[in-house]
């Protein structure tokens, strides 16, 4: 029997493997899935579930602007598929579903950033950053300072991205994407840009679901 990692999207993947490499944290029959969207994500779990291939099937979407309408999707998505004792409200350490009569795959839910507050992938790389960081409060200021003026080009629910993206603009090798962040070191330091232990909840909730 397999386990699947549904995720919305590629920056989603590449986080989640290379968090995975860093710890040294490998799983059996393992797959990560970019569903390319939260809709097809959607579209594909019930087959998923159903398909009986899958002993362990994991979701892992951003709460974005809705968490709590994010969540009552995802319930309603369960509660079809034949899930039952579904919490009313997401778990701040992740959730995770079992089928008593074990005919159903057991399944666990993570919302980004972090199953409490509004977010993305993007909020949960933020949130790894170092509390000592220099650069991290000017791209916060420097996007807040664009937007006051009225010139972005990305919408409100992008700021985020706007943020991280510019402090990846600023590191030195500029330009390093999202995934690659959690593996980053300075060049001088060797010190990583990111502190992963601030995702011991995320990795703990990984490891009870597929190992």
């Avoid at 099937?57 to 509660?79: C, F, H, P, Y």
């Avoid at 807040?144 to 990846?168: M, V, Y």
Wanted: aromatic share 8%; hydrophobic share 35%; proline share 4%.
């Amino acid at each position: 029997m397999q386990k699947l990692l549904l995720v919305e999207g590629i920056d989603d993947k590449k986080v989640i493997e290379k968090l995975l490499k860093k710890r040294k944290i490998a799983f059996e029959d393992f797959e990560i899935k970019n569903c390319e969207g939260m809709n097809k994500l959607l579209n594909l779990l019930p087959t998923t579930i159903k398909t009986g291939t899958y002993e362990v099937v994991g979701i892992i979407v951003d709460s974005d602007d809705v968490l709590a309408e994010r969540w009552q999707t995802l319930k309603n998505n369960l509660d079809k598929s034949g899930y039952e004792n579904i919490p009313t409200n997401p778990n701040p350490k992740g959730i995770i579903l079992s089928d008593e009569e074990e005919e159903l795959p057991k399944i666990g839910i993570w919302l980004m950033p972090n199953n409490q507050v509004k977010g993305t992938i993007e909020d949960f790389v933020r949130f790894l950053v170092p509390d000592n960081d220099d650069l991290l409060p000017i791209a916060k200021k420097k996007v807040d300072a664009l937007i006051s003026t009225g010139k972005n080009r990305f919408t409100e629910t992008q700021k985020s991205k706007a943020i991280i993206h510019t402090w990846l603009a600023w590191q030195e090798r500029p330009g390093t994407q999202l995934g690659n962040a959690i593996t980053y070191r300075f060049v001088k330091t060797q010190e990583y840009i990111v502190d992963d232990g601030k995702a011991s909840d995320f990795v703990k909730w990984l490891k009870k679901l597929f190992r």
